[in-house]
């Protein structure tokens, strides 16, 4: 089991920057790899970043350049740096991890957390 725990939201105005962090505890030596969602209301959740255990990071295409995932492994946290924030990316972000279970992958959540961005 791996628990995370996410912080860093807010309100800030457009052109402005958040850093959201996420905490993992539990058996973290199992996460494969850890990631950011996002769901805005009334659309589906996304994949905004993601980084493996390798140190690989992938990019949803908007955010390219203006966000970036990066991880403290002392710290078992994983954060987010959101810079040049657009109204567009007001949602609830949600902290994910994975590991490969014998069915395939077992996915963990955090609780969310909420980032608004003021025109």
């Given at each position: 089991?791996?628990?995370?725990?996410?912080?860093?939201?807010?309100?800030?105005?457009?052109?402005?920057?958040?850093?959201?962090?996420?905490?993992?505890?539990?058996?973290?030596?199992?996460?494969?790899?850890?990631?950011?969602?996002?769901?805005?209301?009334?659309?589906?959740?996304?994949?905004?970043?993601?980084?493996?255990?390798?140190?690989?990071?992938?990019?949803?295409?908007?955010?390219?350049?203006?966000?970036?995932?990066?991880?403290?492994?002392?710290?078992?946290?994983?954060?987010?740096?959101?810079?040049?924030?657009?109204?567009?990316?007001?949602?609830?972000y949600?902290?994910?991890?994975?590991?490969?279970?014998p069915?395939?992958?077992?996915?963990?959540?955090?609780?969310?957390?909420?980032?608004?961005?003021?025109?």
């Open positions: 089991q791996v628990r995370l725990v996410e912080s860093g939201g807010g309100l800030v105005q457009a052109g402005g920057s958040l850093r959201l962090s996420c905490a993992a505890s539990g058996n973290i030596f199992s996460i494969n790899a850890t990631g950011w969602y996002r769901q805005a209301s009334g659309k589906q959740r996304e994949l905004v970043a993601v980084i493996t255990r390798g140190g690989t990071t992938n990019y949803l295409e908007s955010v390219k350049g203006r966000f970036t995932v990066s991880r403290d492994n002392a710290k078992n946290t994983v954060f987010l740096q959101m810079n040049s924030l657009k109204p567009e990316d007001t949602a609830v949600y902290c994910n991890a994975h590991e490969l279970g069915y395939g992958k077992v996915h963990y959540w955090g609780q969310g957390t909420q980032v608004t961005v003021s025109s």
